[in-house]
């Protein structure tokens, strides 16, 4: 059974940092990218950014490029994002999302085959 199990969601104040992980299971990863969405009250969810499983290449939303950085660690079967300089906008239920990808293929669009649950990152004044 696939799992997607997000963490690191909490409280900051605006300019703040926070990591958020997701730790993958349930399947070999090798031919999925790894995402992460975010979904803010009254608003869709958004596509954040996304990382190549077997390559590590990446790819982000124009809003969170050079504040937000996703990684991977194989060994742990775990995403990682990284966010910085938070602002109030960036206030949202925070998905990891995984999808198959065809080799060479580019991230976007990224078309998610698995969901986890969320994590709420809220960003204060």
């Known amino acids: 059974q696939v799992q997607l199990v997000e963490s690191g969601g909490g409280l900051v104040q605006a300019g703040g940092s926070l990591r958020l992980s997701c730790a993958a299971s349930g399947r070999t990863w090798n031919n999925y990218a790894m995402g992460w969405f975010r979904q803010a009250p009254g608003k869709q969810r958004e596509f954040v950014g996304a990382v190549r499983w077997s390559g590590g290449d990446t790819a982000y939303a124009d809003s969170v490029k050079g504040r937000f950085t996703i990684s991977r660690d194989v060994a742990k079967n775990t995403v990682y994002l990284q966010l910085n300089s938070l602002r109030l906008e960036d206030t949202a239920v925070y998905y990891c999302?995984?999808?198959?990808?065809?080799?060479?293929?580019?991230?976007?669009?990224?078309?998610?085959?698995?969901w986890g649950q969320g994590t709420q990152v809220t960003v204060s004044s």
């Open positions: 999302a995984a999808a198959y990808i065809f080799p060479k293929s580019a991230l976007i669009p990224f078309k998610t085959n698995y």
